[in-house]
């Protein structure tokens, strides 16, 4: 039996889910009408230009900002879960103070270092001028994503949604004609404006919050800060090792298989990372400062791990089932059938997909609980794991072995994870999770298998038969904890309601 505490936490988790799941797939689509665009405006000599000049930009703009903008999400949520409006006030204001200075630290990095980006990128000094004035975006983009962790830090899910999809609406409405005027020479301008649009938004949504002035010395700024940045640059060189590793990955691939192996294999990536990201990007964004603001409590975060675990495998597992049986569609969708044989090493992938939602789910406690250190040594084995099982299963078995050693990846992460949080701060899973990890698992499994039956018509009859039984257990499962059914009856009530003239 849910209790009303627990009903009303898992509603909580399926409403963010819902809403930034939205957003994600809003964010897709404007994604793929852009790329489509850029590409028919620019040529594929104008989409390389983009890539290069940003490629430097977004490495300049995780270094100088040192991971402020995400480990302080936890610190907001804190003061915020208090109800103490001066912490509040005061760790806002060493947010938006670090994000000013790193801000103009990674604009006047790319100012000195223009002339180097410009032969780093391109063999030449022609693109000197562009990262002079792309200086301007780190500063705008730093400050905005400072703003963004007070919107996510104070639970203003709403406001931080509607920021996303307005800003990827005007993004694509003010750079458009700015590519058809001027073709590859709008770039610049072009990304300019949208980091102007992005500032604009969240200062705008930001100001909403009632946060009452402070006055804080430069000192006491600095000090406070330092928390924050410890965090946030362990975080910073958790990504960097990330990328590192990836890179390792993609030159060992291309210079076995050659590049089109590699534009295979991120292909695949891409469409499940898009695909999944309905339910990641809300854990990211609604449950990382909900599980900050209760990180004193091992047993709150015992339960706050296990709904989310929960609700997050109820919501996957038809999404997952029905990727598999629409991979064909969904890959000639966002690119062309010349990418049709990464549909293996995709399905492949798609299979470890419920563990991966439970090592999230457990992950975020060492960010909650401020543990860097740790978070950061277990990324490094974890990767060094990753990177040498995916060597191995390219060498052997192509595209089709990176697959197979991603399932690995996922299912050997989620074990040592579990194991390490269980040392460090006494964390444990309860049976239930098991339970339900082992049927969502299952229906993945028995939809991958439907790829092998010959016939069409049979293979995706029973697909969607599949995914039409996932889905009705998913949704009895869901009803049980938050009663999906009276959250329906009462939307449609308030739409009905909201469309009645007022009599008076």
């Known amino acids: 039996m849910t209790s009303s505490s627990q009903q009303s936490s898992y509603r909580q988790i399926f409403k963010a889910t819902s809403l930034f799941g939205g957003v994600q797939v809003f964010n897709i689509l404007i994604g793929i009408i852009r790329v489509k665009f850029v590409a028919v405006l620019l040529g594929t000599a104008g989409v390389g230009i983009m890539s290069l000049l940003n490629a430097p930009l977004q490495l300049i703009l995780s270094v100088s900002g040192f991971g402020i903008a995400l480990s302080a999400v936890r610190d907001v949520s804190e003061a915020y879960n208090t ?30 270092c223009a002339p180097l980006l410009s032969k780093w990128s391109f063999g030449n000094g022609d693109y000197t001028w562009s990262f002079v004035w792309l200086s301007v975006t780190i500063f705008l983009l730093t400050v905005s994503k400072g703003q963004s962790a007070v919107l996510q830090g104070s639970r203003q899910l709403t406001a931080l949604a509607k920021s996303g999809m307005i800003g990827s609406i005007l993004g694509l409405i003010t750079s458009l004609p700015l590519y058809y005027i001027w073709g590859a020479k709008g770039i610049v301008p072009a990304m300019i404006l949208t980091a102007v649009v992005t500032f604009v938004l969240t200062w705008y949504f930001v100001r909403k919050v009632r946060i009452p002035a402070i006055e804080l010395s430069i000192k006491e700024t600095y000090n406070g800060g330092l928390g924050m ?9 958790s990504g960097f090792w990330t990328t590192l590793l990836n890179y390792v990955l993609s030159s060992y691939i291309s210079r076995k298989g050659g590049v089109a192996d590699v534009g295979l294999y991120n292909a695949g990536l891409g469409v499940v990372a898009q695909y999944t990201g ?8 609604d ?28 919501i996957i597992t038809p999404l997952l089932s029905l990727l598999i049986i629409t991979m064909p569609f969904v890959i000639k969708i966002l690119y062309t059938s010349a990418f049709l044989p990464v549909i293996m090493f995709a399905n492949l992938s798609v299979l470890g997909m419920q563990f991966k939602t439970v090592t999230w789910a457990m992950g975020y406690i060492y960010l909650a609980k401020g543990a860097g250190r740790i978070f950061l040594i277990t990324e490094i084995i974890s990767g060094l794991f990753f990177l040498v099982t995916n060597l191995i299963g390219y060498q052997y078995l192509g595209l089709t072995g990176l697959g197979i050693s991603f399932i690995l990846n996922y299912f050997i992460g989620m074990i040592f994870t579990y194991f390490v949080l269980r040392s460090k ?17 299952l229906f993945t499994l028995i939809s991958f298998l ?17 995914f039409v ?12 904890v938050i009663d999906i059914k009276s959250i329906v009856v009462n939307f449609l009530k308030k739409k009905l309601n ?7």
């Open 83 to 112: 109800n103490n409006s001066s912490k509040l006030s005061r760790v806002v204001l060493i947010l938006r103070r670090w994000s000013f200075m790193s801000g103009l630290l990674g604009s006047l990095i790319t100012l000195a």
């Open 229 to 237: 940045a410890k965090l946030g640059i362990f975080m910073t060189i």
């Open 278 to 285: 309905v339910v990641f990007t809300a854990m990211g964004t």
């Open 287 to 314: 449950y990382y400062p909900r599980l900050s603001a209760v990180n004193d409590s091992i047993s709150k975060i015992k339960e706050l791990v296990k709904q989310q675990a929960e609700t997050a495998l109820y």
């Open 425 to 441: 701060f006494g964390f444990s899973y309860s049976f239930e999770v098991y339970r339900i990890l082992g049927i969502s698992f």
């Open 450 to 466: 439907t790829i092998y039956i010959d016939s069409s018509l049979l293979k995706y009859s029973v697909g969607f038969l599949i």
């Open 469 to 480: 039984i996932t889905s009705f257990y998913s949704f009895r499962e869901l009803n049980k």
């Open 498 to 504: 909201s469309k009645v003239p007022n009599q008076n």
